[in-house]
């Protein structure tokens, strides 16, 4: 079992890699080691993804 601190840190490797979908699967995975937290670090996955959608529409019209 793994501790939230260490999910958390391999969610914003993930993320960090672009790997979103492979991130919110790894959230899913260990929804009962995060407990409470798990909405929180839904959110850190929304916000990255929000952000690279604007990138990437930022980027069509260069």
Do not use: P, R
């Not at 840190?9 to 407990?35: F, M, P, S």
């Amino acid at each position: 079992m793994m501790n939230v601190e260490d999910i958390v840190k391999k969610v914003k490797e993930l993320v960090g890699e672009g790997n979103i979908e492979k991130a919110t699967q790894y959230i899913e995975d260990h929804k009962d080691e995060l407990g409470d937290q798990y909405d929180k670090v839904k959110d850190l996955i929304s916000k990255a993804d929000i952000g690279g959608m604007l990138d990437k529409v930022k980027n069509f019209f260069k």
